[in-house]
């Protein structure tokens, strides 16, 4: 009987673990938005911000309303991570807090109503900076007790939230596709991210707007075999949904470890490329590299299977005054920025052994035939 009971414990562990690995479900919100006590208009932007990682963003449609109370209305979702369980939930109305908070809960639904003052807000920055009191009147002029007068502070502007998310992240697009706010997903193990820029339109493999999407890291020691001369380093990264378009391209970034940098030797260089399943081959991106912080960055129009490699680096030498191409015409790929050459300083030292090499046999060449 024992025996017999073991398969069924065995199956219940490994659904526990794989059910601890589920991240949580998102919270929803919705409501009533006023600003200087008017109903919000369309187009202003509502943000929820767990501790300092803003988790959820939407775009007000109808005036004074976010979300709705129907079954398939868009609501503010808000998406948590392990630990968020029970933290406070700010919101930002165009750059502005409200007032009301809320208490983060992993799957619930809740009606929330909010209301901030944008007048107060402007005016709260100079309310200390002397001593003699003010009064506003109700043309919205101001006057000092002191008989100095005095302009009115500037508008506040707010900066334009960039939404930050782990693993998986939503996307507040528009109707014909493109996102409202620039997004950054991390990876869990972090070091690898994607950032998609506000005006991106993105869509599925069907030509639908995206309302979320995935990046996850993957071992090397799975990946398909490239091509001789050509090493994956560091990690590689399965974004999803497979077959999702951007239009412009979005940017992908790889922060490699010094042991990792250090694999690129004399005479090779860092590229970044996506899998062709297709074909069967791995594709060169538009590569850019920056030594300065060991990132290596491309842009990439589509999703799939990315990963930077170590290849080595095809040096042309012409006449005096040669120019080394690093990059790929045909692709527009794997071209130093401008900031650094894109290489560490032992692939430099490398090419330039390879010129003085070069050098030295046309001068032998040269001797013989005179």
Known sequence: ???????????LVALVGTASAVPPLPAEFSGTVTVDGNPAPAGTVITARIGNHDRGSLTLDTAGVYGGIDLF???????????????????FVDGVRAPETAVYAAGTSTALDLAVTKEETSDSGS???????????SSGSSSRSSGSSTSSPPPVVSAEPVMEYTGRGTLDTDAGGAVRHATVITTAEEGTSLSIG????????????????????????????AGPGTTPVGR?????????TFDPPITVSFTLTPEEWDQAGAGERFVVRWYNSAAGT???????????????????????????????????????????ETGDPSTGGATPDA????????????????????????????????
């Open 198 to 225: 506000q005006g991106v339109v993105a869509q599925d493999q069907f030509g639908r707007s995206l309302d979320s999407v995935s990046v996850q890291s993957a071992p090397l020691k799975d990946l398909p075999a």
């Open 1 to 11: 009987m024992g025996m017999r009971r073991l398969p069924l414990i065995l199956l």
């Open 339 to 370: 900031e650094d050459a894109g290489l560490p300083a032992n692939q430099s030292a490398g090419i330039a052994a390879v010129v003085v090499l070069a050098g030295v046999a046309l001068a032998v060449s040269m001797r013989r035939r005179g």
């Open 282 to 324: 791995w594709e060169p991106l538009p590569t850019t590299v920056h030594p300065a912080t060991r990132t290596i960055t491309a842009t990439v129009a589509h999703f799939t299977l990315i990963a930077p490699f170590v290849e080595a680096a095809p040096v042309e030498i012409l006449a005096a005054g040669g120019v080394e």
């Open 127 to 137: 309310s200390g900076s002397s001593g003699s009191s003010d009064s506003i009147g």
């Open 73 to 91: 209305d868009r609501r503010l979702i808000v998406n948590g991570e392990d630990g968020d369980a029970g933290k406070e939930i700010v919101f």
């Open 236 to 244: 590689a990264v399965r974004c999803g949904p497979a077959g999702a």
